[in-house]
C-alpha cells in the first residue's frame, strides 16, 4: 500500500516562528502538492512539485515555500508563521505524469495552530 | 471579535437508505472527476473517479453520475453503513491544467442507526 507519512500530526507554534512540515511517500511517486484545508473551504493547492528541485504555484503560495530535495520528501516551509496560517495542512503524491492527474494519495494531516 | 466560518452541507440517512451526494463544479473543460472521502482525523481517500467521455461510472456499492451539460456530479452510496459517515469532496481537474485538482468544499455524511 501506498503510505504518505507527515511527520508532525500536530504543531503549536507562536506569530513569527519558522515552520517546517515535512512529507515522505514511499511508492517512487513524481508528484507532490500540500494542500491546506479550512472548514467550508474544501482543499486549496498551495504548492506541488513534479520532480526533484521543482516546484510550481498553486492557488495560495503567498507567506508559504517549498522544497523538495530527494523525490520521496516534499516540505512545507512557514517563514514567519501567522495567525491566519492556522490550518489543517494535507500532503499528496501521484504516480501520474503532470497531464493525467490519477488518483491522489493523502497523508492523514498536520494541524498547525498559531498563537 | 467573533470569527463566522462557514459551514459544510450535510445530509443525514438512515442506515441501510441510499445516499445521494451532490456537487457543481466550476469549469465546462474539465475532464475528469474524482470523488474523495475524508473520515475524521484522517486525510481524504480515493473512492471513485470518471472521465468526460462517461457519464456512469460504478464501483462497489457507489456509483458516480456526471451530468456535463449543467456541470453536474453526484455519488450515489448503496444501502449506506455507518462507516460511510464522513465528509466528501468532489474534485475536477481542468483539460490542460498543470495545477491538478480543484477541490469543492465537501458534504458531511451522517448515518443514522
Known amino acids: 500500500d501506498v503510505k504518505v507519512t507527515q511527520s508532525s500530526r500536530y504543531l503549536v507554534k507562536r506569530t513569527g516562528e519558522k515552520v517546517f512540515l515535512e512529507c515522505v511517500q514511499d511508492?517512487?511517486?513524481?508528484?507532490m502538492f500540500w494542500y491546506r484545508q479550512d472548514p467550508g473551504l474544501g482543499l486549496r493547492l498551495i504548492y506541488f512539485s513534479y520532480d526533484v528541485k521543482m516546484k510550481e504555484k498553486g492557488d495560495i503560495p503567498e507567506g508559504y515555500s517549498v522544497s523538495r530535495e530527494k523525490k520521496e520528501r516534499f516540505s512545507l516551509i512557514l517563514e514567519s508563521a501567522s495567525t491566519n496560517q492556522t490550518s489543517m495542512y494535507l500532503c499528496?503524491?501521484?504516480?501520474?505524469?503532470?497531464?493525467?492527474?490519477?488518483?491522489?494519495?493523502f497523508g492523514e494531516g498536520s494541524r498547525l495552530t498559531v498563537l | 471579535g467573533e470569527s463566522v466560518g462557514l459551514h459544510l452541507p450535510t445530509l443525514s440517512v438512515q442506515e441501510g437508505d441510499n445516499s445521494i451526494i451532490n456537487c457543481a463544479y466550476s469549469n465546462s473543460a474539465s475532464d475528469y472527476f474524482i470523488w474523495y472521502k475524508q473520515e475524521s482525523g484522517k486525510g481524504p481517500q480515493f473512492i471513485i473517479d470518471?472521465?468526460?467521455?462517461?457519464d456512469k461510472r460504478q464501483g462497489q456499492r457507489v456509483t458516480v453520475l456526471l451530468n456535463k451539460t449543467v456541470k453536474h456530479l453526484s455519488l450515489q452510496i448503496a444501502a449506506t453503513q455507518p462507516g460511510d459517515s464522513a465528509v466528501y469532496f468532489c474534485a475536477e481537474k481542468p483539460a490542460g491544467s498543470a495545477r491538478q485538482l480543484t477541490f469543492g468544499s465537501g458534504t458531511q455524511l451522517t448515518v443514522l442507526p
Open positions: 499528496a503524491s501521484s504516480y501520474r505524469t503532470l497531464k493525467d492527474t490519477g488518483e491522489l494519495f
Open positions: 511508492m517512487d511517486h513524481e508528484n
Open positions: 470518471i472521465r468526460s467521455n462517461m
